[in-house]
């Protein structure tokens, strides 16, 4: 089966800007996680998207946003881009509400300059 | 999310030496799991434990879930160059759906 696809795999914004990353999910897992990993740190939670709502999100400020399709893919939305946004974002899906695992892809890079 | 204490930050190891490394938590958990992450990739998953005092392996790795359900332990026997990379355990807590990490341990290997 199809592993959690993410693109682009690298994106370049200056200050500002705004970026927007996608995800789809392994086939037939309805929840998407967001996490962000900046250089030499360990994941962030950021967003949990399950059946197409927003269930809960990190300790982030309201520039990420997302959303999640009715096909259950996902976008993460980062407004008004700093320069401490850089940084690798995964994305990562679970199967039903009682799957204790999470499937990573293998991230999107984004360089904010 | 809540804080891991993941332990030691980074290591270098001699080929064919064990490897150990641990996670403490402030609060019960009611899975642990191990990732490892290769540079370029995201992290992959070796190890799930979902109870108190489980010792699981995956090959030459071995896992434990802690009795207080507040720690965990990931132990890499006789270790390869192919052992380099990134650890980060996980943690769930009851009631929660969301994963929270440690700040990962780096491995690194001398041949």
Redesign the interface.
């Known amino acids: 089966e199809a592993g959690?696809t993410q693109s682009p795999t690298h994106l370049i914004k200056t200050r500002g800007q705004q970026a927007t990353l996608r995800c789809s999910p392994i086939s037939g897992h309805t929840?998407v996680?967001w996490?962000q990993q900046a250089l030499g740190?360990?994941?962030?939670?950021l967003l949990?998207y399950?059946e197409g709502e927003e269930?809960?999100r990190?300790n982030f400020p309201p520039r990420f946003s997302g959303r999640q399709f009715p096909n259950y893919s996902s976008e993460l939305n980062v407004n008004a881009l700093e320069l401490e946004d850089s940084a690798l974002y995964?994305c990562?899906s679970?199967g039903d509400?009682g799957a204790?695992?999470?499937?990573?892809?293998?991230?999107s890079r984004l360089t904010v300059l | 999310g809540q804080q891991l204490n993941q332990s030691p930050q980074s290591m270098f190891i001699q080929e064919g030496e064990d490897v150990s490394m641990n996670c403490t938590s402030s609060s019960i958990f009611n899975t642990w799991l191990w990732y490892k992450q290769d540079p370029g990739e995201g992290p992959v998953l070796l190890i799930a434990l979902y109870k108190a005092g489980e010792l699981t392996s995956n090959g030459r790795l071995t896992a434990q879930f802690g009795i207080t359900r507040k720690d965990s332990f990931l132990n890499i026997s006789a270790s390869i160059p192919s052992d380099v990379g990134i650890y980060f355990c996980a943690g769930r807590i009851p009631n929660d759906y969301k994963l929270s990490f440690g700040a990962g341990t780096t491995v690194t290997v001398r041949a």
């Open positions: 959690v929840s996680y996490y740190l360990g994941l962030q939670f949990w399950d269930r809960n990190g995964l990562a679970r509400i204790n695992v999470l499937t990573f892809g293998a991230g």
